[in-house]
């Protein structure tokens, strides 16, 4: 079982020293379980990476941008199963901590079986919906959203295996479905979009979800029998969708913007933007993987601990730990975002500097995942549900107001990253009063993981101060960018290493066996 040590002294002078942070179980360590799922998210997400940008080239922005709006879709569609398997991630993590496996078994039974129903379900609504109502569409473009059906239905199987293997803490096996459906994926859909245009794309992306979740098992197959068991289905979909309500419209705050675009504005438009978003959101791949690792131990400590000041260090230790990590990858790819942009894909340079305003309010996203996991792991999922129809307010507001003001994509990225800002302020104050931290611990710690993030930025607002782009040729912008890079790494990242020394952010990898 995982442990935290108590919260260091908070009477320092307004500075934070969080002790070193204990996660082992009995099993494996927290941190080889973040390293087998990370190195496999950060592997899988730097091919899908490839993949849009290659995809981008070979499609062009408007074909490209009716991609992104399946992917859209896709995105909302998951939620069909009505919060079944947020339920699991939470309740069968939940029984394994109490020693409970013959309901954490049923659970994964029930959920399986409710999700094969609605994938069918959704499967033929979706088929009926474009051969009824898309009759004067292009063959081409009716052919890719029919086959949303069938990648709905495989999303879902996907999606279930992955929820339950991460419930389990088997993220070994979890690992092997991503980077086994991201390197099919890749290579053949992008040699599939080369011969036959999106529909060919979107065939390989449909073979890849089937061959990834038959190759994933590593000895034991990711499924269960399915069960239809009434009573327990009522008790999943009472815990499940609210959680899966505040997921759901944590997407929309993700996708207001495109949304938007959508809307308002043209297919190329949506291409155009959706490309450097894309590239930009990679980057919470870091707290993603925290967060996940984190989940099942969060749950299973806070269906034992008396007091919720226990918990504290939950949110302290690895919000430090992102933002440390976050502010100068952040840094760097603000100064590089536009190589492959101007280089490789010139059609989508209007795309540059909405890119570098998101790049710059993402961080902001990424101080999110800790408050969540709190919050949801406390019930607070209605003050959550709350907190981000609040933001999405915002968002959609100011998303909407720029693009009728006639600001453009550069509005719209403005626009989105008020509603980041709203967002991490509310769920961050939220989890920090929901674990009662004292007043004095709470504003050092959001002193120590603001801090990062305004050395870097000032290193680079001075960098292009003196040394400013320049795009004479390939060679000298790589050159150029490089050099900017070196002075923000070594001017801001020689600082940041002292001030982690100094607030004990980076022995977060030392790990001490804990209770059985």
Same mark, same amino acid.
């Given at each position: ?74 995105? &909302?569609? !998951?939620? +069909?199963?009505?919060? #079944?398997?947020? *339920? =699991? %991630?939470?309740? /069968?993590?939940?029984?394994?901590? @109490? ?71 088997? &993220?070994? !096996?979890? +690992?092997?479905?991503? #980077?086994?459906? *991201? =390197? %099919?994926?890749? /290579?053949?859909?992008?040699?599939? @979009? ?84 894309? %590239? ?237």
């Amino acid at each position: 079982m995982s442990e935290l040590p108590p919260a260091a002294n908070d009477e320092t002078g307004g500075r934070t020293a969080p002790a070193v942070l204990d996660l082992a179980d009995s099993e494996r360590s927290v941190w080889a379980h973040f390293s087998d799922y990370s190195i496999a998210r950060y592997l899988s997400e730097f091919l899908f990476l490839l993949r849009g940008l290659l995809l981008a080239r070979v499609l062009g922005p408007a074909l490209f941008g009716v991609w992104s709006q399946i992917k859209i879709a896709l995105q &909302f569609l !998951q939620y +069909g199963q009505l919060g #079944v398997n947020e *339920a =699991l %991630l939470r309740e /069968v993590a939940h029984a394994a901590g @109490a020693g409970n496996e013959e309901r954490a078994s049923g659970i994964e039974s029930t959920v399986f079986g409710f999700s094969m129903l609605s994938a069918a379900v959704f499967a033929i609504v979706i088929a009926a919906f474009v051969l009824t109502f898309l009759r004067g569409w292009s063959t081409e473009l009716r052919v890719a959203w029919l086959m949303l059906a069938v990648l709905h239905a495989l999303a879902q199987l996907y999606w279930f295996a992955h929820v339950k293997l991460r419930a389990r803490k088997r &993220f070994g !096996q979890a +690992g092997r479905i991503m #980077v086994g459906f *991201a =390197l %099919l994926s890749s /290579v053949g859909g992008v040699l599939a @979009a080369l011969r036959y245009g999106l529909p060919g794309f979107l065939v390989a992306v449909i073979f890849s979800y089937a061959a990834a979740l038959l190759w994933a098992g590593g000895g034991s197959t990711p499924f269960v029998r399915p069960r239809w068991n009434l009573d327990a289905l009522r008790e999943l979909l009472r815990i499940g969708f609210p959680i899966m309500i505040a997921g759901a419209l944590l997407i929309t705050l993700w996708n207001v913007d495109k949304i938007a675009v959508w809307i308002f504005m043209s297919r190329e438009s949506m291409g155009i933007y959706a490309l450097g978003s894309y %590239l930009v959101v990679s980057v919470m791949l870091v707290p993603e993987a925290v967060s996940v690792v984190l989940y099942p131990r969060l749950m299973e400590k806070s269906a034992r601990v008396k007091e919720v000041g226990e918990l504290q260090d939950f949110l302290t230790r690895p919000s430090l730990v992102l933002s440390y990590f976050a502010s100068p990858v952040l840094g760097l790819l603000f100064l590089s975002f536009h190589l492959p942009i101007v280089w490789l894909l010139p059609r989508y340079t209007p795309t540059i500097t909405p890119g570098k305003v998101l790049i710059a309010a993402i961080f902001f996203m990424v101080l999110t995942r800790m408050p969540q996991v709190v919050l949801v792991s406390l019930n607070r999922q209605k003050q959550l549900v709350a907190l981000t129809v609040a933001a999405i307010v915002i968002a959609g507001g100011a998303v909407t107001g720029m693009i009728l003001g006639g600001y453009g994509l550069v509005g719209v990225a403005w626009g989105a990253a008020a509603g980041y800002l709203a967002y991490s302020a509310l769920t961050m104050v939220a989890a920090i009063r929901a674990l009662e931290m004292p007043g004095v611990r709470a504003a050092s710690f959001i002193a120590s993981i603001l801090a990062p993030y305004a050395i870097v930025f000032l290193a680079v607002a001075l960098v292009l101060r003196f040394v400013p782009e320049s795009e004479v040729g390939l060679g000298a912008d790589i050159t150029w960018t490089m050099l900017r890079c070196l002075f923000v790494v070594i001017g801001a990242g020689s600082l940041l290493w002292l001030l982690a020394r100094r607030f004990g952010v980076l022995p977060l990898n030392r790990v001490r066996a804990s209770e059985p």
